[in-house]
């Protein structure tokens, strides 16, 4: 046998094996990066002039893309609701109605709720501020929202998210979320609701990240997302016509479970307050919440 | 120069080797398209991958009318089943049939045979049977009388009597059939001793044509064997991509799969639901609606063998409006008898675009549990259903079904065996269910 010559042949068929797997790799792989290309400048003013036409306008910058993302396992908080009770009425904490599983604490002035869930929920009972009453200054509603959230324990992996004043409620909101290795999770938040009067409404949900899961895949740019959705216009609030931010984080919805995952979001956050979530895998929205 | 030359040229040679192997495993193990996932240890295998309308929609119950008042009961599965269906599908007429008898030629030629009678799961358009048994080509029109039953006629004059039990109605189409020898064909000690239930019993009315096992039954329960549910292998049956469905592992054990869009909540039982919300749409023909039903049992996870078709409700809203879904029960049998409960083990909602909601009651089953027992007879159960409603001054409505079956729990709970009971249905599709050992009422 010639083996100097079988060798040549040899190269040859592995050469062209080479070249045909290489081509298929190549082609699989545009398949599946078209999907999540960075969008082109053209694109984004597409979209822009299409936002337009439905009077919504981008306060922002464009995020184009973000790193690929796993999912994000997640926990819910347990927390001590009679200890809770206890730092909102003091030493007067009233008797307790526990319907499905919630605990229920009122004295007639003040109202809270926890549940086994974990979320946290507080008013203050009464007639609302009366319209047209001014609404606290952002400095000393973060302060006192600080000062709760050191009595709860949550400063550490909390972000100030914003602060919203309503004049014309008389109210200033401040709305914190948890960061997790960099990332927001949308769905941790602390809500605080101020009038002159002090801290009117209160709402809470603190999940505890247990690190992420799954494999890392690519996200869906914002752009195309947002695109898609112009295809279903109803989806946009009414009256929110300015987006003021759009940023990636994970979000869920809050389940009563031992433990679940959240997925990656793009939160498209209007001027309002208001935000929509889309799912950063699918592009498809999520939730719209408060 | 030479050897130099010969040694590039063999690592040049290894090295393309290595390169399309290196290039071969990247495309079989990272290419997003041709990912499979790993096996696992599954139980729910496709039983029956073959499942078609035909079988779903076979008879519940072959009863063979003896002369002499004797009746023999066949159930699917039973020796001699078989050979009684395959007889009916090759002389059962492909017309419609015109001729309207009066009922009580039904309930003579029961009591005087031969004939053999067949118990349909569901209540059905003659056009629509025919459909699902590929007697003629599906699609075309479905109107024709409803018909619960139908008996073959084997004295002359031979044909088959088209009955609907529940509106007591019959319509007789003559034609040529075998003769009586087919009962001679069954094997030897086939069936078992049936008789007929009267139509009022104790203050009890009863739909005609009830038959209930002659002597004592002896039954065992069934024991469950240890679920082994591989809970990503089923989830991947749901979603397009699996890989975007995330997992919500709940305090009872169930896991829960969404993508945002479809649910899939799965029971370490083997239970499961799964929802997809999609836009109702126009109405479906009723086999269009069993044929997406079917073919979506064959794709997640296959229907149980035995499985047939209890119920279905077209606009199941109740409000008569057009809904555009379909509802369609099913039940499978175990050991000759049915397993139900408070709700079918398998339910399915059926809307233009396909299966927006499914429910399944499964347990894996070990086999009949060692001890038999001697269950309530139907006359007896009657009897003690006749007096305690009586003494709670509760009207017993007409009953238009008795049976045996097996109890399923509720979705999610737990059981370590399933028992005998006794169904007691109502033309409206109520159910009222005994331990069939002890006769206590277990659920309505």
Known sequence: MDWSRAKVILILA?????????????SNNQRYYERWAVPTAAEVRNLENQLKTLGVTMAGTWPLRAAPLPFLLVKASPVPADEV???VFGLNVPGIKQPNGEKIYSDGQQTLLVTEAGIIRYHREGPAKPAGGKAPEKGQVKTEAET???????????RLDYIHQDEERGRTTVRYSQVYEGLEI?????????????????????LVPLGFTGEKR?????VVALARLLQRPDVFPGDDKVIESITVGYYSAIYDARQWEATPVWRVRFKSGKSLYLNAYTGEPEKETP | MRFRTATATSLLLAFLVFLSLFQTARLWYFSPYLSSGPAGDYDLKVEKPGIDLEECLRPLAIIAHLEGSQHLEFRPGDPGYDLLWQEALAHLPREDFLTRVSYGEVKQIRQSGPAVEYILPVRLSWRQYRQAWGLEPAGGAEESPAIDRFLLRLSRPTGVYFVDNLQADAHFFEKALLSAEILG?????????VVELPTQFKGISLADGLFVPAGPVLLSGLALAPARMNFEQEARLFFVDPSLARKVE??????FYTDGVGGLRLYPQGDLEYTLPQPAGSSLRLTAALEKAVAFLKSHGGPPEGVLVKEIRPDPNGSGEKTGRTEIALIFLREGLPLLGERFPLELEISEGGVTRFTRIWRFIAGPTPNKRTVFSAESLLSRVAQEEGEARRQIPRLSNIYLAYYLPRLGAPASYLRPVWVLETPTGGRYIYDAWTGAPLGR
């Open chain 1, 14 to 26: 592995f050469s062209l094996l080479n070249i045909f797997l290489g081509v298929l790799t190549y």
């Open chain 2, 250 to 255: 709940e305090r009872d054990g169930a896991v």
């Open chain 1, 186 to 206: 949308f769905s941790s938040e602390a809500w605080f609701e101020f009038s002159a009067n002090g801290l009117e409404e209160y709402r809470e949900r603190w």
């Open chain 1, 218 to 222: 690519l996200l869906v740019s914002p």
């Open chain 2, 185 to 193: 064909q069954l094997p030897k000690g086939a069936g078992r001793a």
């Open chain 1, 148 to 158: 709760v959230l050191q009595r709860r324990g949550l400063l550490p992996g909390a």
């Open chain 1, 85 to 87: 009770a206890r730092k």
